[in-house]
């Protein structure tokens, strides 16, 4: 089944990628100190979020990658994984908080257009998306909330 040989792959590359990045990113003192808003959830639910949503933003590269791996959704995928790797050093390594919305929001729209584009090319990689989706949407309000308290 070629799923079952492409899927370590992109299992390795988002999964760990973004282990990778979280823990070289991790928040620290300087996170702590910032004033944050009163929906801000607390920082051990990030880590379970983050993990499932890797596997599914993994599973719905690798079934894509199967199908159409020159679509505009798997342009889309790829442009998804570069944005969200690059948020956490721009917030929490760079102190960054306006240029980590601006990539936030980026993040969000290209999420978006993929579960767009993907709905044609493979209705369950679109839909794994959606919860991404949420999340991202979330913590964009989140990283503009930061921004305005501080």
Same mark, same amino acid.
């Given at each position: 089944? %070629?799923?079952?040989?492409?899927? !370590?792959?992109?299992? $390795? #590359?988002? *999964?760990?990628?973004?282990? /990778?990045?979280?823990?070289?990113?991790?928040?620290?003192?300087?996170?702590?100190?910032?004033?944050?808003?009163?929906?801000?959830? %607390?920082?051990?639910?990030?880590? !379970?979020?983050?993990? $499932? #949503?890797? *596997?599914?933003?993994?599973? /719905?590269?690798?079934?894509?990658?199967?199908?159409?791996?020159?679509?505009?959704?798997?342009?889309?995928?790829?442009?998804?994984?570069?944005?969200?790797?690059?948020?956490?050093?721009?917030?929490?390594?760079?102190?960054?908080?306006?240029? /980590?919305?601006?990539?936030?929001?980026?993040?969000?729209?290209?999420?978006?257009?993929?579960?767009?584009?993907?709905?044609?090319?493979?209705?369950?990689?679109?839909?794994?998306?959606?919860?991404?989706?949420?999340?991202?949407?979330?913590?964009?309000?989140?990283?503009?909330?930061?921004?305005?308290?501080?």
């Amino acid at each position: 089944m %070629p799923l079952l040989r492409t899927l !370590p792959f992109f299992l $390795v #590359l988002v *999964v760990g990628g973004g282990l /990778a990045v979280g823990y070289l990113t991790a928040p620290g003192t300087w996170y702590e100190g910032l004033e944050k808003p009163v929906f801000n959830p %607390p920082n051990w639910i990030f880590g !379970p979020v983050w993990a $499932v #949503l890797y *596997v599914l933003i993994a599973v /719905a590269g690798a079934r894509i990658w199967l199908r159409e791996r020159r679509s505009n959704a798997m342009h889309l995928w790829w442009m998804q994984l570069v944005l969200n790797f690059a948020w956490s050093p721009t917030f929490f390594s760079l102190h960054m908080i306006g240029p /980590a919305l601006v990539i936030i929001l980026l993040l969000a729209a290209t999420v978006i257009g993929f579960i767009i584009a993907s709905w044609r090319v493979d209705r369950p990689s679109a839909l794994m998306f959606l919860p991404y989706a949420a999340w991202v949407l979330f913590a964009g309000l989140l990283n503009g909330a930061i921004l305005t308290l501080n």
